[in-house]
């Protein structure tokens, strides 16, 4: 009956070992933990659909623009007098300007024209993207946890 407590100490860093495996995995999520916001939508869909004609603060200077022969700034093109106007071209296209009713919801067009409208006369700087490791998260170390298991194997 010696070994009695040995064995729960046994048990209890088996438990522990468990545990920090199940933090390690759950730690690889890619589960996003908030909503992004009006501006974050913004600036994902823009880079995504829009700044390869029109550049990245909407200024014109796309790669693509010269091969459309010169995409014009959207700097003080989007103001509340032409709102209405700049979400048509957007949802149902002109010219050369695709169409993106089929792609792009109400809400983000909303979104991409106000953030653009902001980020190309200055008042807004886009936001740098936060890579994964910067989450807050302390990152895994699968040796430790390796270490952790062994050693609740040794005292068994
Ligand atoms: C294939 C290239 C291309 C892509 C991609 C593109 N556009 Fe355009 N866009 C144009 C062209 C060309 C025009 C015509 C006017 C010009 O020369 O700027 C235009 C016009 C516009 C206008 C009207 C500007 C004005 O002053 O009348 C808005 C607003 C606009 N685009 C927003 C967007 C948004 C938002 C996206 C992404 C969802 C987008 N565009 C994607 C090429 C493009």
Do not use: F
């Amino acid at each position: 009956m010696q070994l009695r407590p040995l064995a729960r100490a046994a048990a209890v860093s088996a438990a522990l070992a468990t545990a920090t495996l199940a933090i390690a995995a759950d730690s690889n999520s890619t589960v996003p933990t908030k909503r992004p916001t009006d501006q974050e939508t913004g600036q994902t869909v823009w880079a995504q659909s829009c700044s390869s004609c029109h550049g990245p603060k909407g200024l014109g200077d796309g790669p693509l623009a010269a091969a459309l022969g010169g995409v014009k700034t959207l700097k003080g093109a989007i103001t509340p007098a032409t709102l209405d106007a700049m979400t048509g071209v957007v949802r149902n296209g002109k010219d050369k300007m695709p169409a993106y009713s089929e792609t792009i919801d109400a809400g983000d067009t909303r979104r991409i024209l106000e953030w653009i409208r902001d980020i190309s006369d200055g008042r807004i700087q886009p936001k740098i993207a936060k890579p994964k490791d910067e989450s807050g998260i302390k990152k895994p170390d699968p040796e430790a946890a390796r270490e952790v298991a062994a050693e609740a194997a040794d005292q068994e």
